[in-house]
């Protein structure tokens, strides 16, 4: 088993109500059909999925969309979905590709930075909360006149309540 479910395991061990699941993001039903997840969550009743900078992962956008769509799936009127993912911003061509290579040469898998169009079509038909999608330091309530920076690269986030 990896470690970190190992570690995760461990931290969690006196929180009766959070389960670790061992499971591929790119198999929404080994997630939602888990054991653990069905003991702890209660897809009748409100719940939030969230997918915190996980979905840059996916280098397929077909495949990204499906599986938030599949895990929005089980969800009922009054749940949420909240979600980050990378972004590009302004740059382009050799400036992008440069930091790919960064990226790969140090982790090893790769980031696929999406638009602000692409990641908004992952709350498309649900109520999605201001300010919207936007670059994750405009979210910050203590600073209400943030205003979005859009040319800059760095992670876009968005929190939407399903009907």
Same mark, same amino acid.
């Given at each position: 088993? =990896?470690?970190v479910l190992v570690h995760a395991r461990a931290l969690l061990a006196d929180s009766p109500q959070t389960a670790v699941v061992r499971a591929d993001l790119r198999d929404p039903a080994s997630i939602l059909d888990a054991p653990e997840v069905r003991a702890?969550? #209660?897809f009748t009743r409100p719940v939030a999925v969230l997918l915190f900078a996980i979905l840059h992962f &996916? =280098?397929? #956008?077909k495949e990204a969309e499906e599986i &938030?769509? +599949?895990l929005r799936a089980p969800l009922v009127g009054g749940s949420h979905l909240a979600l980050s993912h990378s972004y590009a911003g302004d740059m382009t061509g050799e400036a992008l590709s440069s930091g790919r290579s960064v990226y790969r040469a140090a982790t090893s898998g790769s980031l696929t930075p999406r638009s602000a169009e692409q990641v908004g079509a992952y709350f498309e038909g649900l109520d999605l909360l201001e300010p919207g999608v936007v670059p994750i330091d405009?979210? +910050?309530p203590e600073w209400p006149d943030v205003e979005p920076d859009f040319g800059r690269p760095g992670l876009l986030g968005g929190v939407a309540r399903i009907r």
């Open positions: 088993m =990896p470690i702890h969550i #209660d &996916v =280098p397929d #956008d &938030v769509s +599949r405009a979210w +910050r």
